[in-house]
């Protein structure tokens, strides 16, 4: 059987072949490509390398019998317990505070996004320089007023850790309000003027329009501050530096006392320990985003 081959076939013709990839694809790989590279260089080979450190289940054996590994674990589930929820509370109900169309509280609300646009390194040790028991300006108002030394804030550990919980929900309290404040604004006021005609009071609008309105904003709110509470290094290590005697640390400052021991495996695994707390939260997160 004879084959007919055409001269305008492009593969014998010696004709150059089309481009497969267009000029705009080829400028998004050359933008892309740094990207890529300082996010393999800085994210995937540590967080890599880390997972191999910690591969040694003798590493968790060793951490099951240190006690301040069990201690830092009951700090981080109180962390997370009281900080959240009460953090969470306060900025709903100041959310309904800030949200109100008066000059002073446009000002007020200048000074109380403060704390969360400042740094957090100066203002944390701020904080710890102002809770100093010799020479800080809280024992020293204690004294001028009550005529007695005020308590040593930092050097009991209950205190110390509340101290800590305390710095936190200030810190972030601003940001949450804020965020908060939007999903009140987003409510239609419709809704509340027919209220108003019905004679509901602030409860009855609280509990039937804004909170319904605002639930599944909250939820969402309280899910991805979860996940920020349970890397908050800074709250923690540089108000206390999980003393007195390394009861006040959580898992995300665990780290650091390993390394300070030149117990890196361990440093490591402590890191790896936490996964099963942040991994829910973020699939539960990812799955509300998703709807």
């Known amino acids: 059987m004879a084959i007919t081959i055409s001269a305008s076939d492009p ?23 740094p990207y890529l590279l300082v996010f393999l260089a800085f994210v995937v080979y540590p967080v890599s390398y880390g997972f191999w450190l910690a591969r040694h289940p003798s590493s968790y054996v060793a951490l099951y019998h240190d006690p301040i590994f069990a201690r830092a674990a009951v700090n981080t589930l109180i962390f997370l317990v009281i900080g959240i929820n009460l953090k969470m509370l306060i900025a ?3 959310s309904g505070f800030f949200v109100q169309q008066r000059a002073w509280i446009r000002w ?11 740094p957090s390194i100066p203002t944390i040790l701020s904080v710890r320089f102002m809770l100093n028991p010799e020479w800080g300006m809280v024992n020293q108002l204690i004294f001028k007023f009550t005529g ?50 019905d004679g509901a009071n602030f409860w009855q609008k609280f509990r039937f329009i804004t909170w319904p309105s605002m639930q599944a904003l909250y939820l969402t709110c309280t899910l991805l501050s979860m996940i920020w509470t349970l890397g908050d290094f800074n709250s923690v290590y540089l108000l206390t530096g999980g003393g007195p005697a390394d009861l006040t640390h959580v898992l995300s400052t665990l780290g650091i006392r390993y390394l300070r021991l030149d117990q890196l495996n361990l440093a490591m695994a402590s890191i790896v320990c936490a996964m099963p707390l942040v991994l829910p939260l973020v699939y539960f997160m990812m799955k509300r985003l998703s709807r």
């Open 11 to 33: 593969a014998l013709s010696g004709a150059p072949l089309a481009p497969r990839l267009s000029t705009p694809q080829v400028w998004g790989i050359v933008l892309i490509a």
């Open 92 to 94: 709903l109900f100041l």
């Open 108 to 118: 007020l609300s200048v000074i109380f996004i403060l704390p969360w646009a400042v």
């Open 148 to 197: 007695d030394d005020g308590p040593n804030w930092l050097n009991d550990p209950t205190v110390a850790l509340a101290m800590a919980i305390g710095v936190h929900i200030w810190k972030s309290l601003p940001f949450w309000t804020l965020i908060l404040m939007t999903g009140r604004l987003a409510i239609s006021q419709d809704l509340f003027e027919a209220a108003d005609v």
